[in-house]
């Protein structure tokens, strides 16, 4: 256990439709990143927030958007869904924003179907 | 665009070997390497980390080795046993912007027969 926390752990929807999914990092990281992971494509870097501020955006699309609140936890919001946003959608919590050490530990991800 | 990959998407070890997984990065500002495990449905995990400045690192029945020079990097399993069967990824942490991001290559299945 990581202690990177994701809900919901699946989510089946229709094109169209929007979801959120939510994040919980670990005790005392800062950092927040989210991947995406699909078959075609591996594991792809959508953003990442320290500590309430982006910090960096990856392949993230414009229908896609992130935030981290101040109890740090964070949510991937996917609107207008297409049928090749079906993925296992991942985020990753670290300590440090750029420094030293920075591993990063991934949640048990969610898997996004949709129909 | 630059990216991390690696040789071969499959391997097959006999329960007891040495495995050994390969992975090719292009990006030279690259300073840091690490290396996941990912179990079916499960998140990656990590396993080792390597910095530039070293081309030699150890843990706990798994060793990895970065070749500047060639930018290949490997990770080497002793020993393998039946629960090392998994995904393993290796990601590149490019320095830039105020934050470090991981490219992760495609991965390799590795098979553990008993």
């Known amino acids: 256990d990581s202690g990177v926390t994701q809900t919901p752990k699946h989510l089946i929807t229709a094109t169209g439709q929007r979801v959120t999914l939510r994040c919980s990092p670990r005790?005392?990281?800062?950092?927040v990143y989210w991947y995406q992971q699909s078959l075609d494509q591996g594991l792809q870097f959508l953003i990442h927030?320290?500590?309430?501020?982006?910090?960096a955006k990856g392949n993230i699309l414009e229908r896609f958007s992130a935030q981290q609140f101040p109890d740090l936890h964070s949510e991937l919001n996917l609107s207008s869904l297409e049928l090749g946003d079906s993925a296992l959608y991942f985020c990753?919590?670290?300590?440090?924003?750029?420094?030293?050490?920075?591993?990063?530990?991934f949640g048990p991800g969610t898997r996004l179907t949709v129909t | 665009g630059e990216s991390v990959g690696l040789h071969l998407p499959t391997l097959s070890v006999q329960e007891g070997d040495n495995s050994i997984i390969n992975c090719a990065y292009s990006?030279?500002?690259?300073?840091?390497f690490i290396w996941y495990k990912q179990e079916s449905g499960k998140g990656p995990q990590f396993i080792i980390d390597?910095?530039?400045?070293?081309d030699k690192r150890q843990g706990q029945r798994v060793t990895v080795l970065l070749n500047k020079t060639v930018k290949h990097l490997s990770l080497q399993i002793a020993a393998t046993q039946p629960g090392d069967s998994a995904v393993y990824f290796c990601?590149?942490?490019?320095?830039?912007?105020?934050?470090?991001?991981?490219?992760f290559g495609k991965g390799t299945k590795l098979s553990v027969i008993p």
């Open positions: 990753a919590s670290s300590v440090a924003p750029s420094g030293r050490s920075e591993e990063q530990y």
């Open positions: 005790s005392g990281d800062l950092s």
């Open positions: 927030y320290y500590n309430g501020e982006e910090r």
């Open positions: 990006n030279s500002a690259s300073d840091y």
């Open positions: 390597i910095r530039s400045n070293m």
């Open positions: 990601a590149e942490n490019r320095p830039g912007a105020g934050s470090y991001q991981l490219t």
